[in-house]
């Protein structure tokens, strides 16, 4: 019989896990959640379990418990997490163990060292990754927190140690504004945390986001397969990427993807992995945490190195060796993911809800889409914005990028907002085409004007005549638009003799 | 009865469409050919209409454009996923919009002179007419020939000099013309 | 003088008149009393009289500069359907009304009224003609007693297009529709010198009275638009929608278009949480013919909303809750406004939609001391009074008075229909669980879950549209994609509709 893989997860993953998994020949079974009764996902699977959400805010691909019940009622063999939800929840993993479930993914203990932050920065250093320079734990006052930069090297960031959204950090540029950013800050976190412990770390001003890629087997062997550059961020959520990146040498890249190895081995890492790094200007990388899951972006290394990291996941999980060495790994041209988002770009990137009216994407032999969604589908405020992906390959990264241009320019949406006009901007953008832009790009050079094109508003002048012309000549035209029935005789009757 | 009266309601199929930044689109729509925009025809075919969206073609690209909202004579488009809005008007309701506007460009007096010494035919506006610029004013009759004198501009027939029969010389003030910038 | 000299040199003044006035009013924005009347009607079918009646004040008498006494008057075709018109030229003794202005509106309404065809007065006046002292005032008392007279016989409009105080906004007041537009029109029934020198209150027209005022707060503008010629305009739109008398049909359009594609969206647009709001207006424009419907009181009392629309190309009215405005409750004003609204419908043989989506009436002691109970009883007062064709559409809550009142079955609607997604109930489940469970209530150990359990239940078992069904208050659940077939359907079955009232004099409206 056919091993049965369960899918803990919608929309476009949940369609991608589908693809391989029939690939692999294991029949795929998905969660209906009643937020999204007709969602696409639902259509290419092989069964589908009827799931009650346990409320608004917890729909039912958060219910650990209930999943595996649900996984246990029906025979499933494995689960599949996909990205966000449980994919890397250690408890959830461990429940899927206990129960004979086989999880896709690395072990429980290993999604919860590499959960707490400290604990994957210990590790790390064990296995000789650098980090960003800082002090060892909290600074005790302003002297110690002036001797601390004084051995970073200015500029510095003064963090509360129990903080988290950006209160009580400051950006000290040199040695005399310390004492006030030191007492405004050890103030600010006392007051939000109730813990004024602040230390002290290295200011990257114009910072980039490396990933490197990894897959590793249950027998200890690691391989690494290239690396994404993910720096196009808003408040920490990636909007578009590409691979390779253009912003390191060969000579860095190759010793990023030996650590990225060296610290997976280190640890015993299986499955697919990324490990993220955070990289200055003058061209240092330092290790910022590891990733569990299969991300997001992963079809732009798909795309380059032609290896596909589902079904090595999956197999992987089903205690297959990987077969594939690092010698066979290879890389070919550059490839760029757009997300579409249903956001608002031209107003702070608010979500938008509500109806997908006629969806349109590119089609080409070097384009990749993943949506889940299609003409009609419905957006909930429930789940993520992120309705879909655009994956465009070229030989160079121009190549790519012009072509990604071209693609973008086939994809229309009805109904609401995308980021798709925002990817348009930023490909066309000198600091991106250059290869110039960093983590910050949104807040130092996007303003929404960019999005907007001389040709576009043109056009959008006439359309809107035309709509404003079709009503006001049919009021201003004499000739009758309509015509009177004669009353029927029982009503007129009636009418007269009240 | 039978008076007539000049003025009429203005279906004349030009429109002006102004954004929120003030960027100003002059639009005329003919019945049968490509649209003209502020003054040039535009290769800009119409190619489908379904209910939710207007595409069009231009320059070899296609544009996608929906309709976001409407608001008496606001209208938001999106085309390519961009919003727009504009706010709408006829030529005529434009002109009247600039002279409430105290501090509008309108007040450029526009005086038109006789470029040769005739007859005065015959006059086609009276006194606060609105008129488009190249719109003929009056009929002048010189050397056998009959010259229609027209609208430097779009605005509002003031003070009219003349009479129709009357001869005029050279360089004589004819019509005063208030212009209203379009 | 002979008789066609005569003949000439009034036709040469009334030219003079037009030409000056042109000037005058272009410069202010605005257009003249017979441009107005030109943008109104069909070209070339204004069929002016009484051009030549001269001011009752001696002193003015044989003064060509004032032929018509300050107003227009006639009748023309609108989209080939005969309406009569005045137009008050400001350029004219600043349009004040005189004796003779005012009997020559008095004259056309008359005509109107025995015509049976629609009246609209272009309004630009400063008053009543002090000059001529109560004989001013008499002329308006005629005006009024014909606006009332006519009122429900003829559509009445009056597009506002300059200033109308004191006496003067009443005729508006007593017709059916008031146009307005912004910066250049006003109403009020004291101007700011008076609120200066009574109330020592330093305010502008604008804010006193301008057409923003009007359209949001008092409800006295129906429609509100940026400039004279769309006003005019969409005053023609409205017309095409209306009988020109009570006795006639509603015009029917000949191009009928519909968003098709669009049906389906219906069965998902209510959201499944019941406290999320939608727009209702969205749910209207699927409905009806495509782009057909025209908002009445747009800015006022948005919790409801109110307006014409076409269905397969006749006429409709619509009254209904708008979710997105405070959650689509009713509250003195939207009470006032739909009630309104209703009796004009009924007034025109307008056949009524009713889309339901309210969960009761707004409580607090603002609206109890203001008169809800009196305001609120207008509502239903209007709709059990109603005898055209009446067709409610349950989508959401219809909740306890504020269900009997939204044209419930037993108050005589026609067809009641349900959505699936409808809950209709005595009250709210939150607040029911607390009554009727109150004992279990007092004594759970996790009160939270319990009520979580007992709404539920409430919900499935109480206020489902099924049981509704079973009791014969609602028609039938139907499917919301099928609801625009199914009010073709049912509009069509009513459309002779008649109903009989006891004889009397006129029902007493709690006012």
């Excluded at chain 1, 020949?25 to 259509?43: H, I, M, N």
């Excluded at chain 3, 309404?109 to 065809?117: F, H, I, P, V």
């Excluded at chain 3, 219906?266 to 019941?274: C, E, F």
């Excluded at chain 3, 007992?454 to 009791?471: F, H, T, W």
Aim: glycine letters at 8%.
């Amino acid at each position: 019989m056919n091993k049965r893989l369960l899918i803990a997860n919608r929309s476009e993953i949940a369609i991608r896990i589908i693809r391989s998994a029939h690939k692999l020949g294991l029949t795929a079974v998905v969660l209906q959640s009643d937020k999204e009764p007709d969602a696409l996902y639902l259509q290419y699977a092989d069964e589908i379990i009827q799931a009650k959400d346990a409320t608004n805010d917890k729909p039912i691909f958060l219910d650990a418990e209930r999943i595996v019940q649900i996984a246990l009622d029906h025979q499933i063999d494995l689960i599949h997490p996909g990205y966000g939800f449980l994919s890397e929840n250690p408890d959830f993993a461990a429940l899927c163990e206990k129960s004979g479930i086989n999880f896709v993914g690395p072990s429980p203990d290993l999604i919860r060292n590499m959960g707490i932050k400290t604990i994957a920065k210990k590790m790390a250093i064990e296995a000789g990754l650098p980090l960003v320079p800082g002090s060892d734990g909290a600074v005790a006052d302003v002297q110690k927190a002036l001797d601390s930069a004084k051995k970073i090297g200015y500029p510095v960031l003064l963090k509360a140690s129990a903080g988290g959204g950006g209160r009580g950090m400051r950006i000290v540029e040199k040695p005399e504004t310390m004492e006030r950013n030191f007492k405004s800050a050890f103030d600010e976190a006392t007051a939000a945390f109730g813990n004024g412990d602040l230390f002290v770390e290295k200011y990257l001003e114009n910072p980039k986001h490396i990933e490197f890629q990894i897959l590793g087997d249950k027998f200890g062997n690691v391989i690494q397969l290239g690396e994404r550059e993910c720096s196009l961020q808003r408040k920490h959520q990636k909007l578009l990427e590409e691979a390779p990146s253009a912003s390191i040498s060969p000579k860095t890249r190759k010793k990023m993807g030996k650590m990225a190895v060296k610290f997976a081995k280190s640890i015993g890492y299986f499955s697919a992995g990324t490990i993220e790094y955070i990289l200055d200007e003058d061209g240092t990388f330092y290790f910022m945490e590891m990733n569990t899951r299969i991300q997001v972006e992963h079809p732009v290394t798909e795309m380059v190195t032609g290896v596909d990291l589902v079904d090595w996941q999956i197999k992987i999980a089903l205690g297959q060796k990987l077969t594939l060495t690092q010698a066979k790994v290879k890389t070919t041209g550059w490839a760029i993911e757009c997300r579409v988002n249903t956001e608002d770009p031209q107003n702070r990137f608010s979500p938008q809800t509500g109806f997908i009216e006629k969806i349109r994407f590119p089609q080409n032999t070097n384009i990749r889409i993943e949506t889940g969604v299609q003409n009609g589908s419905v957006v909930t405020p429930y789940f993520d914005s992120m309705i879909a992906k655009i994956i465009v390959q070229g030989s160079t990264r121009q190549e790519a990028i012009d072509n990604t241009l071209e693609a973008l320019e086939d994809f229309s949406l009805i109904g609401l907002k995308t980021t798709v006009p925002f990817c348009r901007t930023v490909l066309q953008d000198p600091e991106f085409v250059s290869a110039r832009y960093t983590t910050r790009w949104v807040t130092q050079f996007f303003n929404p004007n960019m999005l907007e094109n001389e040709d576009d508003e043109l056009i959008g002048a006439l359309a809107a005549t035309i709509i404003y012309a079709a009503e006001y000549l049919q009021i201003a035209s004499d000739a009758p638009a309509s015509r009177n029935e004669s009353l029927n005789v029982w009503v007129l009757n009636k009418r007269i003799n009240k | 009865m039978g008076t007539s009266y000049i003025y009429k309601r203005d279906a004349s199929r030009l429109f002006i469409a102004m954004r929120e930044n003030g960027k100003r689109f002059k639009i005329y729509l003919p019945k049968e050919s490509m649209p003209v925009i502020d003054n040039m025809e535009q290769d800009i075919n119409f190619i489908e209409q379904s209910d939710f969206q207007y595409l069009f073609e231009w320059k070899g690209k296609r544009y996608n454009c929906e309709l976001v909202s409407r608001d008496q004579n606001k209208t938001t488009v999106k085309v390519n996923g961009v919003e727009y809005k504009f706010s709408l008007e006829s030529l005529f309701s434009y002109v009247r919009h600039g002279m409430i506007d105290k501090d509008g460009k309108q007040t450029d007096e526009n005086n038109i002179k006789s470029p040769m010494p005739g007859k005065i035919v015959d006059i086609f506006l009276a006194e606060g007419d609105l008129v488009n610029v190249g719109e003929p004013i009056l009929s002048l009759e010189a050397m056998k020939m009959q010259n229609e004198i027209t609208a430097p501009c779009n605005g509002v027939i003031g003070k009219i000099h003349v009479s129709t029969g009357q001869s005029v010389m050279k360089d004589d003030l004819l019509v005063e013309v208030t212009s209203i910038d379009v | 003088m002979n008789k066609n000299e005569v003949f000439e040199q009034r036709k040469k003044a009334l030219q003079q008149m037009e030409a000056n006035a042109a000037v005058k009013q272009h410069l202010k924005g605005k257009l003249t009393a017979r441009e107005r009347i030109t943008v109104l009607f069909d070209e070339g079918t204004f069929f002016e009289f009484d051009a030549f009646n001269e001011p009752a004040q001696s002193s003015l008498s044989g003064k060509q500069s004032a032929f018509g006494d300050g107003v227009v008057v006639g009748r023309g075709l609108i989209q080939g359907r005969s309406v009569f018109a005045y137009a008050q030229d400001f350029t004219v003794l600043g349009g004040s009304l005189g004796f003779t202005h005012g009997s020559k509106i008095a004259k056309v309404q008359e005509m109107a009224l025995k015509l049976g065809a629609p009246i609209v007065g272009l309004i630009d006046s400063g008053g009543a003609r002090i000059q001529e002292g109560m004989k001013s005032l008499a002329a308006y008392a005629a005006i009024f007693r014909n606006n009332v007279r006519s009122s429900g016989i003829i559509p009445q409009i009056s597009i506002i297009l300059g200033p109308a105080a004191g006496g003067a906004v009443y005729s508006p007041a007593l017709t059916d529709f008031i146009f307005m537009t912004n910066q250049t029109s006003y109403m009020f029934v004291t101007g700011p010198d008076v609120v200066k020198e009574v109330l020592n209150q330093d305010i502008d027209m604008e804010s006193l009275g301008g057409a923003n005022v009007h359209a949001q707060k008092s409800g006295v503008a129906h429609f509100v638009y940026d400039d004279e010629e769309h006003a005019i305009m969409y005053a023609r739109k409205l017309l095409s929608y209306l009988p020109s008398n009570n006795f006639e049909p509603t015009p029917i359009a000949t191009n009928i278009q519909f968003y098709e594609s669009r049906q389906e969206f219906l069965n998902k647009i209510i959201p499944d949480d019941t406290n999320r709001p939608y727009d209702m207006k969205e749910i209207i424009n699927i409905l009806v013919d495509k782009d057909t419907f025209f908002e009445v009181h747009e800015k006022y009392a948005q919790n409801i909303l109110v307006g014409f629309a076409r269905l397969d190309g006749k006429t409709i009215g619509i009254v209904a809750n708008q979710p997105k405005v405070m959650a689509g409750t009713l509250d003195i004003n939207a009470s006032v406004k739909g009630a309104r609204f209703v009796r004009f419908c009924d007034a025109f043989n307008i056949p009524l939609l009713i889309l339901e989506d309210v969960p009761g009436f707004l409580p607090g002691t603002e609206q109890e001391h203001s008169g809800i109970i009196r305001n609120g009883a207008k509502l239903l007062y209007a709709f059990c009074e109603a005898t055209v064709p009446k067709i409610t559409v349950i989508l959401r809550k219809a909740y306890g008075g504020a269900y009997i009142v939204m044209s419930s079955k037993n108050t005589g609607g026609d067809f009641n229909f349900a959505w699936p997604t409808a809950e209709i109930a005595v009250m709210g489940p939150a607040g029911a669980i607390k009554i009727v469970n109150r004992a279990e209530l007092s004594k759970a150990e996790n009160k939270a879950l319990l009520e979580k359990t007992l709404i539920e239940k409430y919900k499935n078992d109480i206020a489902n549209p099924y049981k509704s069904e079973e009791l014969g208050l609602i028609d039938e659940v139907i499917n919301p994609s099928d609801t625009r077939k199914t009010l073709i359907t049912a509009f069509d079955i009513l459309s002779n509709k008649q109903y009989s009232k006891p004889e009397r004099k006129h029902g007493s409206i709690p006012m």
